[in-house]
């Protein structure tokens, strides 16, 4: 790249990390569901989300400017002008249950932000930074950018492992679900396989207290345990039909310990499915956009939160095909199978002990 060409691809980097925040912006403060009933104007706007109407005029232009809003034909009064939200981006960023749901992404991305002084003296000390302590932000915005996944695919992810599916259908039958997070694999498991008790495993507190909320609100507190500790020492005895372990695996400082107890927690023919990022099969540079999703991931949340934890292995976010074979050789698995399984961000992996 030239000079002028590494400006103008930090000067676009800049306009959309400021969108990016506006955005987040806008989903804190409630303007897109206040607009979701239909197109207002900057008072309009200000009255219904309770802020102040220059801000509200500002944001709305500015929204506007970047394509989301769609705004009235020119009012001689700015004040005057109406803006709408478009069915496509109110699906994105107000439909929790949708596929295409992104709302929770600004905040994620922001919550990498507002911790950027903590990272930094991590890179010089050599530290860490907790999980828990990137906030709601990133743990709302993982577990809210997932939620749809699970419930729309994890159904057909356990299909793939048929064996394994007929066990869950035909029941009773166990799961153990580990790094769960805020409880949506455990959840949509659960939903999917009636048959089945799911326990959700995870060592950030405030995701397992969230989890269980989760599970109570859906009404599966009876079916849906969860539990505050390691993976690799769950503390959650056998025997289980599967062991689960979605975007997870590249979090936790000891991966090998963790599918050791893993397979040590498995029912006989009981399997481990892992799902984790799609990344390339080797480095490579310049990468793709899932390449560079995921080191952006990494640098700024995964390897500084792993090296929290302890600094046994620190795969960081870019966990490879490879890695993962190598994890689950060392663990002392017979089978590695790469499953089938369409994703767009996440390759799935099937572990058999014999
Ligand atoms: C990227 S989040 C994914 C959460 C959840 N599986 C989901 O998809 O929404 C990774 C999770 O792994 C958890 N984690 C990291 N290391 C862990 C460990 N050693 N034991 C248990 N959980 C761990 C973190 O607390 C976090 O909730």
């Not at 000067?11 to 303007?31: C, P, Y």
């Not at 749809?148 to 394994?164: C, E, K, N, S, T």
């Not at 050791?260 to 984790?276: N, T, Y």
Request: net charge negative; charged share 20%; glycine share 10%.
């Amino acid at each position: 790249m030239t000079a002028e060409e590494i400006t103008e691809r930090m000067l676009a980097g800049a306009v959309t990390t400021m969108e990016t925040i506006s955005t987040a912006l806008g989903v804190h403060l409630g303007l897109y569901r206040a607009l979701a009933d239909g197109p207002l104007d900057a008072r309009g706007l200000a009255d219904k989300a309770g802020i102040h109407s220059r801000y509200a005029r500002e944001w709305l232009e500015q929204q506007a400017a970047c394509g989301l809003l769609t705004p009235a034909a020119d009012a001689a009064d700015p004040y005057a002008r109406t803006f709408a939200l478009p069915d496509d981006v109110r699906e994105t960023l107000l439909d929790t249950d949708s596929l295409y749901y992104a709302g929770a992404l600004p905040g994620l991305v922001v919550s990498l932000a507002e911790i950027l002084p903590q990272v930094a003296d991590a890179y010089t000390t050599g530290g860490g930074v907790p999980y828990a302590a990137y906030g709601a932000g990133a743990r709302h915005g993982i577990g809210g950018l997932n939620r749809p996944a699970f419930r729309a695919g994890i159904a057909d992810w356990v299909a793939a492992l048929p064996d394994i599916e007929a066990r869950l259908t035909g029941g009773p039958a166990r799961v153990l679900d580990l790094g769960c997070g805020t409880g949506w694999s455990s959840i949509a498991l659960a939903e999917a396989f009636p048959a089945a008790g799911v326990h959700g495993v995870d060592m950030d507190e405030a995701s397992i207290a969230e989890a269980a909320e989760h599970a109570a609100e859906h009404g599966l507190a009876d079916r849906v345990t969860f539990a505050c500790a390691d993976a690799s020492e769950p503390g959650a005895p056998g025997p289980y039909d599967l062991v689960c372990t979605f975007e997870a695996l590249h979090d936790m400082a000891d991966p090998v310990a963790v599918l050791r107890s893993a397979r040590d927690a498995l029912a006989p023919g009981g399997a481990v499915l892992i799902g984790d990022e799609k990344v390339a099969e080797d480095f490579t540079a310049p990468g793709d956009l899932l390449e560079r999703l995921n080191y952006g991931f990494s640098v700024l949340h995964c390897l500084p939160a792993t090296r929290a934890e302890g600094t046994a292995v620190e795969a960081g976010t870019v966990l490879r095909p490879g890695t993962v074979r190598s994890y689950a050789e060392e663990a002392g698995y017979a089978g590695f199978t790469s499953l089938p399984i369409d994703h767009d961000l996440w390759r799935f992996y099937r572990l058999d002990p014999a």
